[in-house]
């Protein structure tokens, strides 16, 4: 079973820019980040493959968020730039059990029932 922990959440002004990583207690094939916003269904914002050279990003995120990981330290990160009020939400970290990139690129979504593990979740919260 492998635990996941987030951190780098915090609250920024738009345009502002954060960090969020999460630190993997073993090894991880693709791993993710999700986020869900008060009353909206969890959406899939970015996506890494094995060897970091695979990646996928929702379209609400595309030139403003960065996913990369160091497989050395099991972690992965999200560096989101030019931040919006609407990216407000809880920020989750997802790893799956097999590799997925190539079903997420095909689908163009990232499935939640693709990824096995979960991590607790970091708050961001962005004001205008």
């Known amino acids: 079973q492998v635990q996941l922990v987030e951190s780098g959440g915090g609250s920024v002004q738009a345009g502002g820019s954060l960090r969020l990583s999460c630190a993997a207690s073993g090894y991880t094939y693709t791993m993710g980040w999700f986020r869900q916003a008060p009353g909206k269904e969890r959406e899939g914002v970015a996506a890494?493959?094995?060897?970091?050279?695979?990646?996928y990003y929702a379209d609400s995120v595309k030139g403003r968020f960065t996913i990369s990981r160091d497989n050395a330290k099991n972690t992965v990160y999200l560096q989101m730039n030019s931040l919006k009020p609407e990216d407000t939400a809880t920020y989750y970290c997802a790893a799956t059990n097999r590799a997925r990139m190539t079903g997420i690129q095909a689908l163009g979504v990232m499935p939640t029932s693709f990824f096995g593990y979960w991590g607790q979740g970091t708050q961001v919260a962005v004001s205008s």
């Open positions: 890494i493959g094995t060897g970091g050279r695979l990646t």
